[in-house]
């Protein structure tokens, strides 16, 4: 799960979702506040109307039936009544002038006489209606799910004769309903959907640069990668078609300079094999030897120079070896024998001959200079790690990189016994970053030198496919 949150089609996909979650949960904010207003209009527009016919009625009926009227209009929501006073006392709370606007236009639109409005929420606690019994109130409660939030409506309207009609109600915001299973069975309908659909369009986006990933990392490792498809958004289409002409590029200069160095090495041993033989044709024996050893020296450069150039040697393929069983075999093979402190078993993708002759160079250096040479293996999570342990003198903390350089000798007598060209390490080096690792060395705190070949674990190999 950590792993699919990590990835880019993961994150867009959740962020989508969480967006489209917060859109739709203002969404239903507005529709509430919405729906709260839709219903108090209603309701507050149907006892304005309700009021203006009842003033109407007291207006132009006689004062017998008065009574009868009032009678006629009350009911457990609204009640009636005239007083010679008003009950509103104050109109700083009118609802902006709404209601009275109604009750104006509903008795006549040359209606001057005083109506005053009063509408204001009231404590949840009280019983929801002021004229209702008990049992209405218990059984209102149950129907509102214990929601109490009354709004009053209080009107006073001036009546001629100086009387005033009194109104008076009290509503409730109708709780919203919430069917659970609909709205559960809709949310995973349609997270599901979004995340199908979105899962879907990320892939035609991260499956390229996936891709384009594992390509760029084993050409590093200088394998053989084919050209990638231009597959997915125009952006990701350019970029595989750069990396592409890139891999092209590369490929096609490292042929060059390998073809090149392959001639010159062609050139240099002819004239070198003609000099080997006119030397032989030296009568002074201490010249003819001096010059057949010259000879011979120069062809053991050049065999040697050509050996580090194809040090890369990206024509062999990788392969799968438990490193334990590889190093065993590498001892066997080795005239000079070394220690070998087993590990854990490790499967990493090795070109064995390749990475045999690397091993072979520090651990014949960790034997010249050190006496003995102990190889153990490990890993650290990313990549399968080798190292080698000495007890020589070490090497001065400003020469561990130094001595990398080709044809760098920190040995002072400059004698090929001892000291060889100095391309040892060199083609080590070439060999463990041609695999995607490199090799590091550090002075050990007990003396000696300790070197380091890292080289990446295998990942999956089927992403190139998918």
């Not at 009063?118 to 929801?128: I, N, Q, Y």
């Amino acid at each position: 799960m950590r792993r699919v949150l990590n990835s880019l089609r993961g994150q867009l996909v959740l962020l989508v979702i969480l967006a489209l979650a917060a859109a739709q949960a203002v969404s239903l904010w507005l529709f509430v506040d919405e729906r709260s207003l839709a219903v108090r209009a209603a309701l507050g527009a149907e006892t304005a109307g309700r009021a203006a016919n009842v003033a109407r009625l007291i207006e132009e009926a006689p004062a017998s039936l008065h009574a009868s009227i009032l009678r006629a209009a009350n009911s457990p929501l609204v009640r009636f009544g005239i007083a010679p006073e008003p009950e509103v006392r104050h109109t700083s709370h009118n609802g902006n002038g709404i209601v009275e606007e109604r009750v104006r236009a509903l008795l006549d639109g040359n209606f001057s006489r005083e109506i005053r409005v009063e509408l204001h929420e009231v404590d949840g606690a009280e019983l929801p209606l002021p004229h209702l019994d008990q049992e209405m109130a218990v059984m209102h409660r149950e129907m509102m799910r214990g929601h109490m939030s009354a709004i009053e409506l209080n009107l006073s309207i001036a009546l001629s004769g100086g009387q005033w009609l009194n109104v008076g109600t009290r509503f409730e915001r109708p709780p919203l309903q919430w069917p659970v299973y609909s709205t559960l069975t809709f949310a995973l309908s349609a997270g599901f959907i979004l995340v199908v659909v979105f899962w879907f369009l990320m892939s035609r986006l991260t499956g390229p640069l996936r891709r384009l990933s594992v390509a760029a990392d084993r050409l590093g490792r200088g394998e053989d990668v084919a050209a990638l498809p231009a597959v997915g958004p125009r952006e990701v289409q350019d970029l595989t078609g750069a990396f592409n002409r890139m891999q092209e590029r590369l490929t096609r200069f490292v042929a060059d300079r390998t073809r090149l160095l392959a001639a010159l090495g062609h050139d240099l041993r002819s004239p070198l094999t003609a000099m080997r033989v006119r030397a032989e044709f030296v009568d002074e024996e201490e010249t003819r030897d001096s010059l057949i050893s010259s000879i011979e020296e120069m062809q053991s450069m050049v065999d040697t120079v050509l050996a580090f150039a194809r040090g890369v040697a990206v024509s062999e393929p990788l392969e799968m070896c438990e490193l334990g069983e590889f190093l065993k075999q590498l001892r066997a093979d080795m005239l000079d024998r070394f220690d070998l402190h087993p590990g854990t078993a490790i499967e990493v993708g090795l070109r064995p001959n390749t990475i045999r002759r690397a091993l072979r160079n520090v651990i014949e250096n960790a034997l010249r200079y050190g006496g003995w040479a102990r190889v153990g293996y490990g890993h650290d999570g990313k990549n399968a790690l080798i190292t080698v342990a000495d007890s020589g003198p070490g090497i001065p903390e400003e020469d561990l990189e130094r001595v990398f350089d080709p044809f760098l000798r920190l040995e002072a007598s400059r004698s090929l016994e001892t000291g060889g060209y100095g391309l040892g390490l060199s083609i080590a080096r070439t060999i463990a970053r041609a695999h995607g690792g490199d090799i590091t060395l550090t002075n050990r705190p007990d003396g000696g030198l300790l070197a380091t070949l890292a080289i990446p674990l295998a990942g999956d190999e089927t992403e190139l496919e998918t």
